[in-house]
C-alpha cells in the first residue's frame, strides 16, 4: 500500500492523509472531523475503517480530508485552539474534491461547530454519507456497520 499524508512542519494539523492499494482504481475522499494520530506510516482505527469501507466499495485508492486540520484525539480539544481549521485546509480539501470519484461526507455531530460543514459543503461538488444521524448531520464512520452502502447527503 502506498501511503502519504500533508502534516504541517510544527506537525499541529494534518491537512491530508493518501492511501493507495490499486494506483490505476477509481479514488474517494473521506471527509472527516479531526485528524487524529494518523500519518504517512501509520493507520489510526478510524482510517482503518474508512480503508475498509472504500475497498467494499470497489475503490482503489482513499484520501482523507477534515473539516477542521487540527490533530486531536479528542474533539473537543477544537474548542481550546486559535485555528482549529488551519490555514491550509480549504485549498486541500477543494484540491482533491475536484480529483477524486467519490466525496463521503462523515464528521459525526460537531460538524455544525463554527458553522464549518455548512461551509465545506459550499464549495464541494455533490457528496453522499455512510449514514445520516439524527441531527442531520453524516455519521461518523468508525462504528457504523461494514455492510454500509452510500446515501446521498446534502447540508
Known amino acids: 500500500?502506498?501511503?502519504?499524508?500533508?502534516?504541517?512542519?510544527?506537525?499541529?494539523?494534518?491537512?491530508?492523509?493518501?492511501?493507495c492499494w490499486q494506483p490505476e482504481g477509481r479514488s474517494v475522499m473521506f471527509i472527516g472531523l479531526n485528524p487524529s494520530t494518523a500519518d504517512d506510516r501509520q493507520?489510526?482505527?478510524t482510517i482503518h475503517k474508512c480503508i475498509k469501507f472504500a475497498k467494499r466499495w470497489g475503490y482503489g485508492s482513499l484520501v482523507v480530508t477534515n473539516l477542521f486540520a487540527y490533530r486531536a484525539t479528542d474533539p473537543k480539544d477544537?474548542?481550546?485552539?486559535?485555528?482549529?481549521?488551519?490555514?491550509?485546509?480549504d485549498a486541500y480539501i477543494l484540491k482533491k474534491a475536484r480529483q477524486v470519484d467519490q466525496i463521503v461526507c462523515a464528521w459525526g455531530n460537531m460538524g455544525t461547530?463554527?458553522?464549518?460543514?455548512?461551509?465545506?459543503?459550499?464549495?464541494?461538488?455533490?457528496?453522499?454519507?455512510?449514514?445520516i444521524n439524527r441531527t442531520g448531520q453524516p455519521s461518523h464512520p468508525l462504528y457504523l456497520p461494514d455492510t454500509s452502502e452510500l446515501v446521498a447527503y446534502e447540508n
Open 1 to 19: 500500500m502506498i501511503r502519504s499524508a500533508v502534516i504541517s512542519d510544527d506537525l499541529l494539523y494534518r491537512y491530508m492523509l493518501t492511501r
Open 43 to 45: 493507520d489510526d482505527p
Open 78 to 89: 477544537l474548542l481550546n485552539t486559535t485555528d482549529p481549521i488551519g490555514t491550509e485546509n
Open 113 to 131: 461547530l463554527y458553522n464549518r460543514a455548512q461551509e465545506v459543503m459550499s464549495f464541494i461538488p455533490t457528496s453522499s454519507a455512510i449514514r
